[in-house]
């Protein structure tokens, strides 16, 4: 017998939910920052500069030199589903900016303090707005919401502060802000590496140099010097690999067998977003078994694009998790380029040991 009283089904507030969605797509400061370097680079900007303060806890700042928002989207931004970058269903299948859900920027309105500073080259003056639970929000209580006019330089500066703040749980869980700063600059390394023709620069609040400097004319073999440090960075073989049979190339730079490490470094593009990929990861490991010392791993580097109509973007809110047509093939293709790349240096080393 159960005496269990019956309760009632009711529907959750809407701030409810909104909080919800927001903290499954941002889980940590990193994954906010993430977004956040992403519409800069789509922003077209060839500048971002990042300031952290308690792991991103406290404070995330992103200043890029893009194209900026226009004045009358401000109102919008941070609504969900609002994006510049698709209108229809089947855009989703042709996309090829990083964003395309209109849901990061709403997200962190509903789980932080937002401020907006943006500029663009049309227009005399910069506007700040800031934003709460997806919509414009006063500076200060009594103020009027509207963004007002500042002196800014062209582009748009993203404040994010007190991530988390209604979200005292989840707050909690954050032991360590060194921790989730490690997290924020193994990410900025790997858009600064990804990212041709864009300078990053990655500093602590407080601290007087920065974590982390790329020029924007940088070569990638650079990037990965100054961020990896040269005994990478001295043992890198160029990758090139494609099939129009499975719609894809791949580009990247990966260490031959002079060079090993305990655990793989994989910097994993797909169109252009970092992503993780445990089988591609444990294939290209299988790849160099037999070239490396045993426990020695390697360093690998790749940027995987693939025809956007073969990849399936909607498969997470997250988007960290991303899956293609052809998936076996196109990973068999990319490591028996490698291994070939790998047999050819192997071959000329023992040439040269023999002479
Ligand atoms: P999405 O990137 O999926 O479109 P976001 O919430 O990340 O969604 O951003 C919403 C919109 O805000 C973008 O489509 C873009 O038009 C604009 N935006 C966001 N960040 C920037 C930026 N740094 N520079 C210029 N425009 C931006
Ligand atoms: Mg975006």
Redesign the pocket.
């Known amino acids: 017998e159960n005496d269990r009283p019956v309760r009632r089904i009711r529907a959750l507030d809407p701030g409810v939910v909104n909080k919800i969605a927001a903290g499954e797509i941002i889980v940590a400061p990193v994954h906010a920052l993430k977004?956040?370097i992403?519409?800069?680079v789509?922003?077209g900007?060839t500048s971002l500069e990042i300031l952290v303060k308690e792991g991103g806890l406290k404070l995330l700042q992103?200043t890029?030199n893009?194209?900026?928002?226009q004045r009358d989207?401000l109102s919008l931004?941070?609504e969900r589903h609002?994006?510049?970058?698709?209108t229809t269903f089947e855009d989703l299948t042709s996309i090829s900016?990083?964003?395309?859900?209109?849901?990061?920027?709403?997200?962190i309105s509903h789980i932080a303090h937002l401020t907006v500073t943006?500029k663009t080259k049309d227009s005399s003056v910069a506007w700040r707005a800031h934003y709460l639970d997806g919509e414009l929000a006063p500076p200060k209580p009594g103020q009027p919401a509207e963004p007002r006019a500042v002196a800014g330089r062209p582009?748009?500066q993203?404040t994010v502060e007190d991530l988390f703040y209604n979200v005292p749980a989840r707050r909690r869980a954050f032991r360590s802000p060194a921790d989730e700063f490690n997290k924020i600059i193994d990410m900025v390394g790997r858009y600064a590496i990804h990212s041709k023709g864009v300078g990053f620069t990655c500093k602590k609040a407080g601290e007087s140099s920065n974590s982390l400097a790329i020029q924007a004319q940088a070569t990638v073999n650079d990037r990965i010097r100054q961020i990896y440090g040269s005994s990478v960075a001295n043992e890198l073989i160029d990758l090139h690999s494609s099939d129009d049979r499975w719609g894809f190339k791949a580009d990247g730079l990966v260490t031959n067998a002079n060079f090993n490490i305990k655990k793989t470094t994989l910097l994993l593009f797909i169109n252009h977003r970092s992503v993780e990929s445990s089988v591609i990861k444990k294939a290209i490991e299988q790849t160099y078994l037999s070239y490396l010392p045993k426990g020695g791993h390697p360093f690998v580097y790749l940027s995987l694009e693939i025809d956007p109509a073969r990849v399936d973007v909607n498969v997470h809110p997250t988007k960290r998790e991303v899956h293609f047509l052809n998936e076996d093939e196109i990973v068999e293709a990319i490591c028996k380029d490698i291994e070939t790349k790998l047999a050819a240096v192997d071959t000329s080393r023992t040439f040269m040991t023999q002479s």
């Open positions: 977004e956040l992403e519409n800069a789509d922003a900007s992103i890029d893009g194209c900026g928002i989207d931004l941070c609002t994006t510049s970058k698709i900016t990083y964003g395309f859900r209109g849901e990061a920027l709403a997200s943006t582009g748009t993203i």
